[in-house]
């Protein structure tokens, strides 16, 4: 089956470093979503993607959607401590038949 | 408007016990997801309705669970006889549409299974 793969697992970083997580599907997707999960919270909806090559932009962080539409990516710049959470990809198949499949996320500890 | 709304937020109970967990989803959407989590896990698909038709379930469902959306409203996700593995966090969630589309988590109900 599908499955979609996050590295890294963790990423500690200093406060004002840039972070970045990178996402893998093994199937191509018909788009990609970004979520973000707090400690202790819920998986809140970032932002999705939809075609080949795209870029979006929110504040700080850049969200692309690789060209073959099989990975993606999320830069974070000049993190802050309320960027803290674990960021997850997920998509569903190029098909669209499938339910979204969530990669494991990428936990980030921003250290003031 | 709304979010997804689920209850109870947090469920302690003995081995073999049964439990049922209710989600509220967001009122014009018409896809309902059960999802489950663990720690240092993403969420894991169980199940979809779309509206009162439960239309997949995944292997991880085994028959201790299942779930119901009779009116296409609200649902219910009962675990029967739990089992230690059985603690986690499940996620209802909604969307209005197919796959493609976004869809909203509430808040989760934890279950530690002692």
């Given amino acids: 089956g599908q499955q979609v793969m996050q590295i890294p697992q963790y990423q500690h970083v200093q406060e004002g470093e840039d972070f970045t997580t990178y996402c893998n599907s093994s199937t191509t997707l018909s788009n990609i979503q970004w979520y973000?999960?707090?400690p202790g919270g819920?998986?809140?909806?970032?932002?999705?993607?939809?075609?080949?090559?795209?870029?979006?932009?929110?504040?700080?962080?850049?969200f692309q959607f690789g060209e073959a539409k099989k990975n993606s990516s999320l830069h974070i710049t000049a993190t802050q401590t309320t960027d803290v959470g674990t960021y997850f990809c997920a998509g569903p198949s190029s098909s669209g038949n499938t339910p979204l499949v969530f990669g494991k996320g990428t936990r980030l500890s921003v250290i003031a | 408007d709304?979010?997804?709304?689920?209850?109870?937020?947090?469920?302690?109970t003995k081995r073999g016990q049964n439990v049922t967990f209710r989600c509220d989803p967001i009122s014009e959407h018409n896809?309902?997801?059960?999802?489950?989590?663990?720690l240092g896990q993403g969420p894991e698909f169980l199940t979809?309705?779309?509206?009162?038709?439960?239309?997949?379930?995944?292997?991880?469902?085994?028959?201790?669970?299942?779930?119901?959306?009779?009116k296409g409203s609200f649902s219910t996700?009962?675990?029967?006889?739990?089992?230690?593995?059985?603690?986690?966090?499940?996620?209802?969630?909604?969307?209005?549409?197919?796959f493609g589309n976004t869809i909203y988590f509430g808040e989760g109900s934890w279950l530690t299974v002692v």
């Fill in chain 1, 36 to 38: 973000k999960q707090r």
């Fill in chain 1, 42 to 62: 819920h998986p809140v909806f970032l932002i999705q993607l939809v075609k080949s090559g795209e870029v979006k932009k929110q504040k700080r962080l850049t």
């Fill in chain 2, 2 to 12: 709304t979010g997804v709304s689920q209850n109870p937020r947090h469920k302690i």
């Fill in chain 2, 31 to 38: 896809r309902l997801y059960w999802y489950r989590q663990t």
């Fill in chain 2, 48 to 70: 979809y309705f779309q509206n009162e038709a439960q239309l997949e379930k995944s292997r991880l469902l085994s028959d201790r669970f299942s779930a119901e959306r009779p």
């Fill in chain 2, 77 to 98: 996700l009962e675990i029967q006889r739990t089992e230690q593995g059985d603690s986690a966090m499940y996620l209802c969630a909604s969307s209005n549409g197919g």
